[in-house]
């Protein structure tokens, strides 16, 4: 910014120059006592009125009028920031600062940064808690749910994650997206991904060696939602060595979980027991005590919200 800061002051001191004055301008001396006598300038004045001698004031008045037009200018000299006096050793310095909106734009920016959607649509990233109605007796359970797990989460930078349940439609999705964005809005990184997508593109879509580093990213960031869990095509490879491995870390770290499914958990087991080629009733067993060790079940009920 001291640049532009710069530049800007040698212009403002070229037009204080009284010569190169149109007929009928303001004098540098009116331009200042305008300017002095601004609402700001004046607050400014009274708050460092001890660090201030008359003469240092004097000398600050190119900084003081370039604050002044620039406040009251509606072109400013560099969008989104805005003049503001400070006091910059002995003098008065003026400086540019992001506008509050400008700040909140920035911090909207980062937050969507730190959330990941994997095969998840983009609309998702603009489902915020306070949009979803309360209205509906079938959600509550899970809307309480969330908000205890945000203040776990806060508080102790892990908290043991949710497993949304019920007939496709009732807004599970929904939810977790408005989960989703309020962690990342508290800094926390944050990954929603579609399972079965995921899990059918994993063969086609990886070389082993960036399969491994996409399976430990998953399994590293601060949330990982699952969306659509049971709604796979599991082969013993991908139940195994990608999701078992990817919750089994989880578990050790301590790492927040969450999961959408139209499967109650015990259906969950199940599914997972039977892949491509196999019945497997004890790895699906211990798959899913690790879905339960990650994760409260809770069931959402309502209408089909997909057939407005
Ligand atoms: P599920 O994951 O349970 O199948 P979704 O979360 O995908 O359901 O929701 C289905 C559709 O219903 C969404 O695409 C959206 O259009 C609508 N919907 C869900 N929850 C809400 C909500 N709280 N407010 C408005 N629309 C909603
Ligand atoms: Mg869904």
Redesign the pocket.
């Known amino acids: 910014m001291e640049s532009i800061g710069e530049m800007l002051k040698k212009a403002m001191a070229d037009s204080l120059k009284d010569q190169e004055r149109p007929a009928g301008a303001e004098s540098a001396q009116e331009l200042a006592d305008r300017a002095i006598k601004d609402p700001d300038v004046q607050k400014f004045l009274k708050e460092h009125a001890s660090e201030l001698s008359k003469q240092a004031v004097q000398d600050s008045m190119t900084n003081i009028c370039e604050f002044y037009l620039q406040k009251t200018s509606p072109v400013k000299a560099i969008a989104d920031y805005q003049a503001e006096l400070f006091m910059n050793g002995p003098l008065i310095g003026v400086r540019y600062l992001p506008t509050a909106a400008k700040r909140q734009r920035d911090e909207e920016r980062a937050a969507e940064s730190r959330i990941e959607l994997i095969d998840m649509p983009k609309k998702l990233r603009r489902i915020t808690l306070t949009?979803?109605?309360k209205g509906d007796p079938g959600r509550n359970a899970a809307l309480l749910a969330v908000g205890k797990f945000l203040d776990e989460y806060e508080k102790h930078h892990t908290a043991k994650g949710l497993y949304l349940t019920?007939d496709?439609?009732?807004?599970?999705?929904?939810?977790m997206a408005g989960l989703a964005n309020r962690v990342a809005k508290n800094g926390g990184k944050v990954i929603f991904l579609h399972l079965p997508t995921f899990i059918s593109g994993l063969s086609s879509h990886f070389s082993d060696n960036s399969l491994q580093k996409e399976i430990q990213r998953v399994a590293s960031c601060d949330v990982l939602i699952l969306d659509d869990i049971g709604a796979e095509t599991l082969s013993q490879w991908s139940r195994d060595d990608v999701l078992g491995v990817i919750l089994q870390s989880r578990m050790d770290n301590d790492l927040a979980t969450c999961f959408?499914s139209n499967m109650e958990m015990d259906d969950l087991e199940d599914h997972f027991a039977s892949t491509k080629n196999a019945v497997d009733p004890v790895k699906a067993a211990r798959l899913m005590q690790r879905v339960r060790y990650l994760a409260k079940e809770i069931i959402?009920t309502g209408r089909n919200?997909?057939l407005n």
Do not use: E, S
């Open positions: 949009d979803l109605d019920g496709f439609g009732v807004g599970k999705t929904y939810i959408t959402v919200r997909r």
